[in-house]
């Protein structure tokens, strides 16, 4: 998918208001959504290690089990990382999804000790052993 100018524009914006490479939260976006910003994906194992053990309501407990929007971030996440709006979903709106995800993106940076393809591993939280080498591959198309 080709991405919309204005997505691009707003996610350099944002990555830069957090002090991260614009290029690299471009090549997030793409690794993650290929620039749809209506995508969900929801993730049965994190729910069972991560989600189900906090007794929350079904619907909550659902909606923090799945990824969202453009960056893909779990709901799980987004609440740990102080997104306390009622309803996950609005996460796929691309405003608030990729400042979000750069919040989290930017913890995950500074968790790794700035080694950005630590850090790249950490946002992928394993799933994916080439996650890493596949994102950075896509930096090079935002220069």
């Known amino acids: 998918m080709v991405p919309n100018t204005e997505v691009v524009l707003l996610a350099r914006s944002i990555a830069n208001r957090h002090g991260l490479d614009e290029t690299l939260v471009c090549a997030v976006v793409e690794q993650e959504s290929a620039w749809e910003t209506h995508a969900i994906r929801y993730e049965p194992g994190f729910r069972a290690r991560y989600v189900a053990p906090l ?3 079904c619907t909550e407990e659902i ?14 996440v987004a609440r740990e990382h102080g ?16 400042e979000i995800g750069c919040e989290v993106l930017a913890s995950k940076i500074n968790a790794a000790g ?4 630590r850090a790249l591993e950490l946002w992928n939280g394993g799933g994916n052993p080439e996650y890493a080498s596949q994102v950075i591959a896509r930096v090079a198309r935002f220069k």
């Open 114 to 117: 700035n080694d950005v393809w």
């Open 63 to 76: 909606a923090r089990s799945m990824s969202w929007g453009l960056m893909q971030v779990m709901g799980q």
């Open 83 to 98: 997104f306390d709006g009622k309803f996950l979903s609005v996460l796929t709106e691309p405003s608030v999804g990729i």
């Open 55 to 57: 007794g929350l309501p």
